[in-house]
């Protein structure tokens, strides 16, 4: 009986620390997830921030949304599926590595460097090249041979090392540093260029050294033994998450353990029961991962019954514009029609015969079909709907501005033919964009009317007064 009532206490604890802020659809909403999401929409560097109460109406249209996706079966999509279980894996696969894992594999890599470095360590070089090609002939070879000479010569007699680089390398990268090259540790450079360097003290010059490159000059500038771990240790952590190490760690570790249950186990369960046990150990994740997979959920349903609608559905396009033509009256009148340049003086007729007969929305083929049909381009065409101020062409021809339109090379013939609309557009396509987003709108307030219409929901408000306050 002990053991009951604690459980009980426990559970009245839990329900106190965090209560039920609202229900939808019979299902409790815990106010730590309300805090979550709100505080995530609300947060340094949002424009449209909310506070609570205003809050509250987008986060029950958006949990309704999410029942609404549920019971249309969306969840069970393959296409959802996969996606989902894509995302929850990028945050869940790399918990399968520790910190602690993380440092051994960074020494790891410290150890195998150490080792390709071996105990010659690293030196830094300068060095001026003159380039010589393997097939040149001796008397090639003896020119190149000279001028080399007579660089280590005035090099012997005092000549800036860095100057005489910059003048005369042909190793156009070093030769912009002076001639100085990275510290390289053996097997970097070619085997001649090697042998000498790592021979060299300090502020020793070399002479002329031959490489299958062509003649060098070396000035050993610094030599040191490669540096202990904790001396590379930020730089080594920064390319292993540059490299995703720990996501390579983690799935070498996940293939491990699948194959220690010998066919118990797969990837994607070993996936949901991390993300399981990450969910309980841990608020953030858990509305993390519920947050992506109602996301995609919320994203798919909106998609087929607003988005896409809107977009397609002409007959809702023309009908909502014809009910709310007056919201698209304009002040100034527009000139609906072509701004256009021929080539030839007879083709500004023609144009405009090309298209007097058809509607306005079949011009474009018609022109391209008749002038621009073939290899030769003979019109150049502007299309649309033009407010004063928008063609050069179109405010003189037009409006009657005094305006200059800019001669367009290889068409020295213009005109322009259409119609003006005076007070507003003459049908839905003339202001197809504003309609668009607009009937959008119009399905989504319809489409959140009715869901709240079909699903129950309670907030409480006495929840809701501690939220971000308790």
Same mark, same amino acid.
């Given at each position: 009986?002990?053991?009951?009532?604690?459980?009980?206490?426990?559970?009245?604890?839990?329900?106190?620390?965090?209560? #039920?802020?609202?229900?939808?659809?019979?299902? /409790?909403?815990?106010?730590?997830?309300?805090?979550?999401? %709100?505080? $995530?929409?609300?947060? !340094?560097?949002?424009?449209?921030?909310?506070?609570?109460?205003?809050?509250?109406?987008?986060?029950?249209?958006? $949990?309704?949304?999410?029942?609404?996706?549920?019971?249309?079966?969306?969840?069970?999509?393959?296409?959802?599926?996969?996606?989902?279980?894509?995302?929850?894996?990028?945050?869940?696969?790399?918990?399968?590595?520790?910190?602690?894992?993380?440092?051994?594999?960074?020494?790891?890599?410290?150890?195998?460097?150490?080792?390709?470095?071996? /105990?010659?360590?690293?030196?830094?070089?300068?060095?001026i090249l003159l380039r010589l090609n393997q097939q040149a002939t001796d008397a090639e070879r003896q020119k190149v041979r000279q001028r080399i000479d007579s660089v280590y010569n005035a090099l012997k007699q005092g000549a800036d090392f860095a100057e005489l680089a910059q003048k005369v390398s042909e190793d156009p990268g070093s030769a912009r540093q002076g001639g100085e090259l990275p510290f390289?540790?053996?097997?970097?450079?070619?085997?001649?260029?090697?042998?000498? +360097?790592?021979?060299?003290?300090?502020?020793?010059?070399?002479?002329? #050294?031959?490489?299958?490159?062509?003649?060098?000059?070396?000035?050993?500038?610094?030599?040191?033994?490669?540096?202990?771990?904790? %001396?590379?240790?930020?730089? &080594?952590?920064?390319?292993?998450?540059?490299?995703? &190490?720990?996501?390579?760690?983690?799935?070498?570790?996940?293939?491990?353990?699948?194959?220690?249950? !010998?066919?118990? *186990?797969?990837?994607?369960?070993?996936?949901?029961?991390?993300?399981? !046990?990450?969910?309980?150990?841990?608020?953030?994740?858990?509305?993390?991962?519920?947050?992506?997979?109602?996301?995609?959920?919320?994203?798919?349903?909106?998609?087929?019954?607003?988005?896409?609608?809107? +977009?397609?559905?002409? +007959?809702?396009q023309a009908l909502y514009f014809k009910q709310h033509k007056n919201k698209y009256n304009w002040d100034k009148p527009h000139f609906k029609g072509i701004a256009y340049h021929t080539k030839d003086k007879a083709d500004v007729e023609a144009v405009k015969r090309c298209v007097k007969k058809l509607k306005f929305g079949q011009w474009a083929e018609a022109l391209r079909q008749t002038f621009n049909?073939?290899? &030769?381009?003979?019109?150049?065409?502007? $299309?649309?709907?033009?407010?004063?101020?928008?063609?050069?062409?179109?405010?003189?021809?037009?409006?009657?501005?005094?305006?200059?339109?800019? /001669?367009?090379?290889?068409?020295? %013939?213009?005109?322009?033919?259409?119609?003006?609309?005076?007070?507003?557009?003459?049908? %839905?396509?003339?202001?197809?964009?504003?309609?668009?987003?607009?009937?959008?709108?119009? *399905?989504?307030?319809?489409?959140?009317?009715?869901?709240?219409?079909?699903?129950?929901?309670?907030?409480?408000?006495?929840?809701?007064?501690? #939220?971000?306050?308790?």
């Amino acid at each position: 009986m002990l053991f009951v009532g604690l459980l009980v206490c426990a559970s009245a604890s839990a329900q106190t620390n965090d209560p #039920v802020i609202m229900t939808i659809n019979g299902e /409790p909403v815990l106010r730590s997830e309300f805090e979550y999401s %709100y505080n $995530k929409n609300n947060s !340094e560097g949002v424009i449209d921030k909310k506070n609570v109460g205003e809050y509250v109406d987008l986060f029950v249209n958006y $949990k309704l949304k999410v029942c609404a996706a549920m019971d249309a079966k969306y969840d069970t999509l393959t296409s959802f599926k996969q996606e989902f279980a894509q995302y929850r894996d990028q945050q869940v696969k790399p918990t399968f590595v520790t910190d602690d894992e993380m440092m051994v594999e960074a020494h790891n890599i410290y150890d195998r460097t150490a080792n390709m470095i071996g /105990p010659d360590g690293l030196v830094k070089t300068s060095h001026i090249l003159l380039r010589l090609n393997q097939q040149a002939t001796d008397a090639e070879r003896q020119k190149v041979r000279q001028r080399i000479d007579s660089v280590y010569n005035a090099l012997k007699q005092g000549a800036d090392f860095a100057e005489l680089a910059q003048k005369v390398s042909e190793d156009p990268g070093s030769a912009r540093q002076g001639g100085e090259l990275p510290f390289v540790y053996r097997g970097q450079l070619v085997k001649e260029f090697e042998d000498v +360097a790592f021979a060299m003290k300090e502020g020793e010059m070399s002479g002329v #050294v031959e490489s299958p490159y062509g003649y060098h000059i070396i000035l050993m500038k610094e030599r040191k033994p490669f540096e202990p771990f904790e %001396y590379h240790k930020e730089s &080594i952590l920064k390319f292993m998450e540059q490299r995703n &190490i720990r996501d390579q760690l983690a799935s070498q570790k996940v293939d491990s353990l699948v194959k220690q249950s !010998e066919g118990r *186990l797969t990837a994607e369960t070993l996936m949901e029961q991390r993300a399981k !046990e990450l969910s309980a150990q841990d608020d953030e994740m858990k509305y993390l991962i519920q947050e992506y997979h109602d996301g995609l959920l919320l994203y798919e349903i909106s998609n087929k019954l607003v988005w896409e609608k809107a +977009a397609e559905d002409e +007959a809702g396009q023309a009908l909502y514009f014809k009910q709310h033509k007056n919201k698209y009256n304009w002040d100034k009148p527009h000139f609906k029609g072509i701004a256009y340049h021929t080539k030839d003086k007879a083709d500004v007729e023609a144009v405009k015969r090309c298209v007097k007969k058809l509607k306005f929305g079949q011009w474009a083929e018609a022109l391209r079909q008749t002038f621009n049909g073939d290899s &030769i381009i003979r019109i150049r065409v502007e $299309k649309g709907i033009f407010r004063q101020g928008d063609n050069a062409l179109v405010d003189s021809a037009v409006f009657k501005k005094d305006t200059t339109s800019a /001669p367009v090379k290889d068409y020295p %013939y213009s005109g322009v033919y259409g119609k003006v609309l005076k007070k507003g557009p003459e049908e %839905y396509t003339d202001v197809k964009g504003q309609v668009v987003a607009d009937y959008q709108d119009q *399905l989504e307030r319809d489409w959140v009317a009715d869901l709240r219409r079909k699903y129950t929901f309670t907030v409480n408000e006495e929840v809701l007064k501690t #939220v971000n306050n308790h």
